[in-house]
């Protein structure tokens, strides 16, 4: 990686870097040293400015219908597609995914009646049934928050879509690939 402004993309991060730490925005500084080392943000630096070609909302990019999400950027989804399959198409079709948003309300409710069950079934009055008050319901929404703090959601719902010509693309992306045939 050189440094100066430029495109760079998730997979042209510096070494070792964990690409799920960058925000996936539409731009992301980085400074890039003249020996192409990743350090910060520190004098000795120059500036590159990052610009993808996401999707608003994603996360996650896939071509086909793949077994899971793992591309985090468009075009890594696309090459992936292209060099998995025979011919090229004359269109591909990008789908951006979002994970889903875990609902703190509804899980809060649902584990407060499920303690409460197992709390009147085993030590309660069995002709009383507890009651989901709202200090306990905002005790088991604490609850909840805190676990979802370091809970990675990884089942995700399509947030969006668009059509690319592969030609295109593999001009811009791949020329040392042919448009039609195997991409490897």
Same mark, same amino acid.
């Given at each position: 990686?050189?440094?100066?402004?430029?495109?760079?993309?998730?997979?042209?991060?510096?070494?070792?870097?964990?690409?799920?730490?960058?925000? @996936?925005?539409?731009?992301?500084?980085?400074?890039?040293?003249?020996?192409?080392?990743?350090?910060?943000?520190?004098?000795?630096?120059?500036?590159?400015?990052?610009?993808?070609?996401?999707?608003?909302?994603?996360?996650?990019?896939?071509?086909?219908?793949?077994?899971?999400?793992?591309?985090?950027?468009?075009?890594?989804?696309?090459?992936?597609? *292209?060099?998995?399959?025979?011919?090229?198409?004359?269109?591909?079709?990008?789908?951006?995914?979002?994970?889903?948003?875990?609902?703190?309300?509804? *899980?809060?409710?649902?584990?407060?009646?499920?303690? *409460?069950?197992?709390?009147?079934?085993?030590?309660?009055?069995?002709?009383?049934?507890?009651?989901?008050?709202?200090?306990? *319901?905002?005790?088991?929404?604490?609850?909840?928050?805190?676990?979802?703090?370091?809970?990675?959601?990884?089942?995700? @719902?399509?947030?969006?879509?668009?059509?690319?010509?592969?030609?295109?693309?593999?001009?811009?992306?791949?020329?040392?690939?042919?448009?039609?045939?195997?991409?490897?």
């Amino acid at each position: 990686m050189r440094p100066g402004c430029g495109l760079i993309r998730t997979r042209d991060l510096p070494s070792g870097s964990d690409p799920s730490y960058y925000p @996936h925005h539409f731009a992301i500084t980085f400074y890039i040293t003249p020996d192409g080392k990743y350090h910060g943000k520190a004098p000795a630096c120059q500036e590159v400015r990052v610009t993808t070609e996401e999707i608003p909302g994603a996360l996650f990019y896939a071509c086909g219908d793949p077994e899971e999400l793992v591309h985090r950027h468009p075009d890594d989804a696309i090459e992936a597609y *292209l060099d998995d399959i025979e011919d090229f198409p004359e269109m591909i079709e990008l789908y951006g995914h979002a994970p889903l948003v875990p609902n703190v309300d509804s *899980l809060a409710r649902g584990a407060l009646d499920q303690l *409460l069950e197992v709390l009147d079934d085993e030590f309660g009055d069995p002709s009383e049934t507890s009651r989901a008050t709202p200090p306990r *319901l905002e005790a088991a929404r604490q609850f909840v928050a805190t676990i979802l703090k370091g809970y990675s959601v990884r089942m995700c @719902h399509a947030v969006g879509s668009r059509k690319i010509k592969a030609a295109d693309w593999v001009a811009e992306h791949r020329p040392d690939w042919r448009t039609s045939g195997s991409g490897s």
